[in-house]
């Protein structure tokens, strides 16, 4: 409690009384979803029917109505954009998205299914990497329907609304989605290495290898591995190369006879990375690390 009434304060006395209302709010809310959900847990966890895995929900189409458009607009589509889930992949979706929007002059509607959209927390991106703001920029949350609450508002969808896909399973879901013969998908890793050979990575892998849809690859290095790995990628793709702003770097003089540092960072959401497998390497390097970085849960 202690903690809420200091952030109150903070945000009452750096961003007025109206945001607070509105963060108020959306705890309030979110507070409610969580409880709902947890019930809702229990009360089909005795059920006797076929578990069903948070990937199959995810790749269900978003509830549309169609609606006539005159301007083009980019739909990016992810989990969530809440600080814990900015740890690089969504953070780099959204800049690219941004950074489009802002070099043709679109409008950006960004588009959530797992959480409420939260729009400081983009905002929040914009001002470390210094892009401006695009002229014009939506959200929209699909959360009650991974909640199957029936009271998920429609997305207004037209020819003109241009899809772009962050995850194998938004992708799976944009196509059941959009108006469009093609849509985005920006692949940051292989994902089918996340999952054993199963329908999870069947499911990824026809993602993957899907013609109708246009990839951007971040970095050359994985470029290269799909040129074999999976051809279609590199046919119907592009690559681009991760790149931070010059206030983020500084020049540290190295003394030859100093000790090196290792830094290993570990994604706390995606669970499925070899984290073992460079746990047993991290302790190998101890010994010759002055510093050690853990980014994520406690061991």
Excluded at 176 to 202: C, M, N, S, W
Aim: with cysteine.
């Amino acid at each position: 409690m202690h903690i809420l009434l200091q952030k109150s304060l903070k945000t009452l006395q750096t961003e007025g009384f109206l945001a607070l209302i509105k963060k108020t709010g959306r705890y309030i809310l979110g507070q409610h979803r969580k409880r709902r959900y947890c019930i809702m847990q229990q009360q089909t966890s005795g059920a006797a029917v076929l578990p069903t895995d948070d990937w199959i929900r995810q790749t269900e189409p978003i509830r549309t109505v169609a609606v006539q458009r005159q301007n083009y607009r980019i739909n990016l589509v992810t989990d969530s954009i809440s600080k814990d889930s900015l740890l690089g992949g969504v953070a780099t979706a959204l800049i690219v998205a941004t950074e489009y929007c802002l070099e043709n002059n679109v409008e950006l509607r960004i588009i959530t299914r797992c959480a409420d959209a939260e729009p400081l927390a983009y905002y929040h991106i914009l001002n470390i990497m210094g892009l401006k703001r695009p002229e014009k920029v939506s959200f929209f949350t699909d959360y009650e329907h991974m909640l199957s609450s029936g009271r998920e508002m429609p997305l207004d969808v037209s020819d003109r609304d241009i899809f772009f896909a962050t995850s194998w399973w938004s992708a799976a879901a944009i196509k059941k989605t959009q108006k469009r013969p093609r849509f985005f998908y920006i692949v940051q890793e292989v994902e089918t290495f996340f999952y054993p050979h199963g329908d999870a990575h069947l499911f990824c892998k026809q993602i993957l290898g899907d013609p109708a849809i246009d990839f951007i690859v971040n970095s050359h290095y994985l470029w290269d591995y799909f040129k074999t790995a999976c051809p279609n990628i590199c046919e119907h793709g592009v690559s681009f190369e991760p790149a931070f702003p010059v206030s983020f770097t500084m020049q540290i003089p190295l003394c030859r006879n100093s000790a090196k540092n290792f830094s290993f960072m570990q994604d706390p959401i995606i669970r499925v990375i070899c984290f073992i497998q460079a746990f047993l390497f991290l302790i190998v390097q101890l010994r010759k690390a002055s510093l050690i970085w853990i980014n994520g849960k406690s061991i």
